[in-house]
């Protein structure tokens, strides 16, 4: 157990329909990254904040992808209309003042 | 894009044989991190190297950088069965609208048979 967590671990759903996934950091670490990996692949930057300051997202998939921290504290990463494409593993990380990244158990999505 | 991909993509050894997987990159970097995943899991970081050192030692884990080859290599030495897992190297020599975001390879998939 690395101190991050998410939730849910695991996320059935139907095509067209949005999901929602938590992501918990390390209470004192400051920068949270969120990441999608596939099978066979390593994982993928999507975006990360600074605090509540989302820096970069120019590399979230689509328009459909949507992500907050409001408080600098746990993020969510938002899809919205699914597509059978998106299925994969979402992971988020937090780093550490080593620059070091602490990544949590990660949401699997299926999307049927 | 893949910043850095890591070679052998598949290793099979016995346990107590080394094993030896090695990752490239093609930026400039400011740090070089490896991290290993289990099957179904998230990744858990095991050793940084920074761009000005060129050897670093942890337990049975022993890395090395090679800045003018823009290469790294990952040494576990005396492996064990638990050793098992898939192996990442992750840079953060991309930069994106002045960011600097880290980037993993593909993986190295490491077996270690009893």
């Known amino acids: 157990d690395t101190g991050v967590s998410q939730d849910p671990r695991h996320k059935i759903t139907k095509r067209g329909q949005n999901v929602t996934f938590r992501c918990d950091p390390i209470s004192e670490h400051n920068r949270l990254y969120w990441y999608r990996q596939t099978l066979g692949q390593g994982p993928e930057f999507l975006t990360y904040f600074q605090n509540e300051a989302q820096l970069e997202k120019s590399r979230l998939l689509s328009d459909r992808f949507s992500a907050e921290r409001p408080k600098g504290s746990f993020s969510t990463l938002e899809i919205q209309r699914t597509e059978q494409g998106d299925s994969a593993m979402y992971l988020c990380?937090?780093?550490?003042?080593?620059?070091?990244?602490?990544f949590g158990p990660g949401t699997r999505l299926t999307v049927t | 894009s893949q910043q850095g991909e890591e070679d052998p993509q598949a290793l099979s050894i016995q346990e107590g044989e080394n094993a030896t997987m090695n990752c490239s990159y093609k930026t400039s970097i400011n740090n070089l991190q490896w991290y290993r995943q289990n099957s179904g899991r998230g990744l858990v970081h095991l050793i940084l190297?920074?761009?000005?050192?060129r050897e670093k030692h942890s337990g049975r884990l022993r890395v090395t950088l090679d800045t003018s080859k823009k290469s790294s290599s990952l040494l576990i030495t005396a492996s064990r069965a638990a050793d098992t897992a898939s192996y990442f190297c992750?840079?953060?020599?991309?930069?994106?609208?002045?960011?600097?975001?880290?980037?993993f390879g593909r993986g190295t998939s490491l077996i270690v048979h009893p």
């Open positions: 992750a840079t953060d020599g991309i930069a994106a609208g002045g960011s600097y975001i880290p980037t």
């Open positions: 190297i920074r761009s000005n050192e």
């Open positions: 990380a937090s780093l550490g003042q080593r620059d070091e990244q602490y």
